[in-house]
Nanobody, 124 residues
């Protein structure tokens, strides 16, 4: 069983920045991919970004490309999401998750472990 714990959410004005972090209890990382998902009020959960532990290959959904940066620190066992130029459309609960199926990094159904989520609210 892998434990994932998110932190770093909060309230920010449009145009501002936030940095989310996800700590994992996993100690071996080969073959695993981590992702960030967002669930906006009244909407489905959608992928934001993902990154492979090995090699650090990063993937982004189009709406955050150029504004968000995903990174991981193997030694610290953490994955971060730096979010810049935030808009009210970025508001939601952000979840980190883990999968062994990197090819489908965008598909929430293939993720096996999930954190409890952290709220991000962007005011206009």
């Amino acid at each position: 069983q892998v434990q994932l714990v998110e932190s770093g959410g909060g309230l920010v004005q449009a145009g501002g920045s936030l940095r989310l972090s996800c700590a994992t209890s996993r100690r071996t990382f080969a073959g695993y991919t981590m992702g960030w998902f967002r669930r906006a009020p009244g909407k489905e959960r959608v992928v934001v970004a993902a990154i492979t532990w090995t090699g650090g290959a990063a993937y982004y959904t189009e709406s955050v490309e150029g504004r968000f940066t995903i990174s991981r620190d193997v030694a610290k066992r953490t994955m971060d999401l730096q979010m810049n130029s935030l808009t009210p459309e970025d508001t939601g609960v952000y979840y980190c998750a883990e999968t062994e199926r990197a090819a489908r990094w965008y598909d929430a159904e293939v993720y096996d472990y999930w954190g409890q989520g952290t709220q991000v609210t962007v005011s206009s």
